[in-house]
Every structure is written in structure tokens, then in C-alpha cells.
């Protein structure tokens, strides 16, 4: 079965850095999302994406997160200037069409010292 | 998405059917509910949504109530591998995931004993 692939599996960075966290959806699906999980805590929803712009976007995703489909396979999460509250599991997600559930990948760990 | 809520936990045994109930009572006509899982060091995963209608997949079977104020997942059998936060979400949107993303509550952690 196709599957939502996410890389790193986890990521250090220092405060202040930037870093990218790259997703490849699956291949025929239309719709992209990036969701973050602090440790212990609820799964949030950041962003979504469709047709090559941001459908929707959460409180959480300030100006320090942009995101980017700069081919036709990869979908990535870049966070400009990183904070120690950053630190969480990041879940990419995509979707066939407006009407399909959601297959996320298996996340990178942040971790922002 | 508007909230639900469901138990922060439940146990079970191996074998056995398990019924996890989601109360969503402010659901609008439009809304679909869905349920998601999460395991162990996992991503969240799809497990059934519907409308009305009951609904019935390879994973689980969803019980709608008649006034759609509430659900129950089902799962026939439990297995080990069950074991995981399972989240009930009723979208505004009245579709999967659509340009929207879904919100997230706390789930029912759920435990399965061998």
C-alpha cells in the first residue's frame, strides 16, 4: 500500500537555526497538511495545501513556517528560526481529493537545543 | 471542527469486541465523523468515517445514533496490535479531510490485555 514518507526520522537543531522537514505524499494525492504533536500533548494542525497555495492555516503557523511543493513530489516544512517550544513530532499528511481521509507519515522528531 | 468527547481510557481483553463511544453533541446536518488511531511512535491513522448510516470497513464498524449525537467505534476482536489513542473528530466541513484540516482531541487511550 503507498505510503506517506517523511525524512528525517529525527532532526536536531540549535535555537535560531532554520530547518527544513521534507515529506514525499503519496504520488496521485492532491491535497497536503502538516500537523506537529509536542510530546504528550494533542495532535495540532498547522497547514494545508492545495493547488499550490495554502488552503488553511493554523494560529501555531506564524511567519516562522512556510511551506513549499517545489517539485512534483515532495512537499517540505521549513521553520525559519527555530524555538526550544518547536521542539515535537512533525506529521506530514495527504489526501486523494476533498472528500478522502487523511494518510500521514510516521513524523520526524524535532528537537531544538 | 467542534468538540467531542470520549473517555481518556479503556481497557479491554484480547479477543473480545471492544465499543468505543464519542459524544458529539453540537454536530451540525453537513458534519461527517471520523475516527482516527494513533499507535505507539506512530502517525495518526484512518479508521472509518460516516454521515447516517452505519459503516462498516476491513478495521472497525461505526454505529451512527439516530440523532447523530453520538457514536460508537467497534471493533469485533481486539488484538494487541489495537492498542493506541483513538480519536472521534466530527468535521465542519462535511468531508474527509478536504483543503481543511481536521482537529484533534485528546482520543480514549485504548489498552488491551492479553
Known amino acids: 500500500e503507498p505510503e506517506v514518507t517523511q525524512t528525517p526520522s529525527h532532526q536536531v537543531t540549535q535555537m535560531g537555526q532554520e530547518v527544513i522537514l521534507r515529506c514525499v505524499p503519496i504520488s496521485n494525492h492532491l491535497y497536503f497538511y502538516w500537523y506537529r504533536q509536542i510530546l504528550g500533548q494533542k495532535v495540532e494542525f498547522l497547514v494545508s495545501f492545495y493547488n499550490n497555495e495554502i488552503s488553511e492555516k493554523s494560529e501555531i503557523f506564524d511567519d516562522q513556517f512556510s511551506v513549499e511543493r517545489p517539485d512534483g513530489s515532495n512537499f517540505t516544512l521549513k521553520i525559519r528560526s527555530t524555538k526550544l517550544e518547536d521542539s515535537a513530532m512533525y506529521f506530514c499528511?495527504?489526501?486523494?481529493?476533498?472528500?478522502?481521509?487523511?494518510?500521514f507519515g510516521n513524523g520526524t522528531r524535532l528537537t531544538v537545543t | 471542527d467542534a468538540k467531542t468527547t470520549q473517555p481518556n481510557s479503556m481497557e479491554s481483553n484480547e479477543e473480545e469486541p471492544v465499543h468505543l463511544p464519542c459524544n458529539h453533541s453540537t454536530i451540525s446536518g453537513t458534519d461527517y465523523i471520523h475516527w482516527y488511531r494513533q499507535l505507539p511512535s506512530q502517525g495518526p491513522e484512518y479508521v472509518i468515517h460516516?454521515?447516517?448510516s452505519n459503516v462498516n470497513n476491513r478495521m472497525a464498524s461505526l454505529a451512527i445514533a439516530e440523532d447523530r449525537k453520538s457514536s460508537t467505534l467497534i471493533l469485533h476482536r481486539a488484538t494487541l496490535r489495537d492498542a493506541a489513542v483513538y480519536y472521534c473528530i466530527h468535521s465542519g466541513r462535511g468531508s474527509g479531510g478536504g483543503a481543511d484540516g481536521l482537529t484533534f482531541g485528546k482520543g480514549t487511550h485504548l489498552i488491551i490485555q492479553p
Open positions: 460516516g454521515l447516517t
Open positions: 499528511a495527504s489526501a486523494g481529493s476533498f472528500y478522502s481521509p487523511l494518510h
